[in-house]
């Protein structure tokens, strides 16, 4: 049986793994959830690795959401690089999924934003273990995860 590691952390404004696992579920079996939540993203690499070594899992789903100030996007960008390197070490994937403050005004909207990011990672998630020839039908497609579509800058092939 596979087994999905989900990390967030409690620096969050929302609760995205909640909106993950709830996608997660709803979306079919064959698969185990483990979850764990750390302090803030710089932890999720370190929570990751733990869950390919210690939980065995197949593929890491890693939220998080940081601030609006400068220095919130460094520190998002050192995980970014902690989670690739992760990933790397142990050959698996870390499908990551962070939501930045800045990127919608209002409460409501941004966690409107978080969760249905949270949601559409997950699937792509279950893709990457399950489907890979899914993700493939829509290579070049313009799909964006929390925001409408982008779409393809060509129609047809």
């Given at each position: 049986m596979k087994r999905i590691g989900v990390v967030d952390t409690t620096f969050a404004r929302v609760d995205m793994a909640d909106?993950?696992?709830?996608?997660?579920k709803a979306k079919g079996s064959g698969f185990q959830i483990v979850r764990r939540t750390v302090p803030g993203i710089k932890d999720l690499p370190v929570a990751c690795r733990r869950l390919f070594v210690e939980d065995r899992a197949d593929l890491c789903l890693a939220l998080g959401m940081p601030g609006?100030?400068?220095?919130?996007?460094?520190?998002?960008?050192?995980?970014?690089?902690?989670?690739l390197f992760a990933g790397v070490l142990e050959a698996k994937?870390?499908?990551?999924?962070?939501?930045?403050e800045g990127e919608a005004d209002a409460p409501r909207a941004l966690d409107a934003l978080a969760r249905r990011r949270a949601e559409e990672h997950a699937e792509n998630a279950l893709a990457l273990l399950f489907r890979p020839r899914d993700l493939a039908r829509?290579?070049?497609?313009?799909?964006r995860q929390g925001f409408p579509d982008a779409g393809p800058v060509r129609r047809g092939r």
């Amino acid at each position: 049986m596979k087994r999905i590691g989900v990390v967030d952390t409690t620096f969050a404004r929302v609760d995205m793994a909640d909106a993950a696992v709830r996608r997660l579920k709803a979306k079919g079996s064959g698969f185990q959830i483990v979850r764990r939540t750390v302090p803030g993203i710089k932890d999720l690499p370190v929570a990751c690795r733990r869950l390919f070594v210690e939980d065995r899992a197949d593929l890491c789903l890693a939220l998080g959401m940081p601030g609006r100030a400068e220095y919130d996007r460094v520190c998002a960008h050192e995980a970014s690089m902690g989670l690739l390197f992760a990933g790397v070490l142990e050959a698996k994937p870390i499908v990551e999924c962070f939501v930045f403050e800045g990127e919608a005004d209002a409460p409501r909207a941004l966690d409107a934003l978080a969760r249905r990011r949270a949601e559409e990672h997950a699937e792509n998630a279950l893709a990457l273990l399950f489907r890979p020839r899914d993700l493939a039908r829509h290579a070049g497609a313009g799909l964006r995860q929390g925001f409408p579509d982008a779409g393809p800058v060509r129609r047809g092939r």
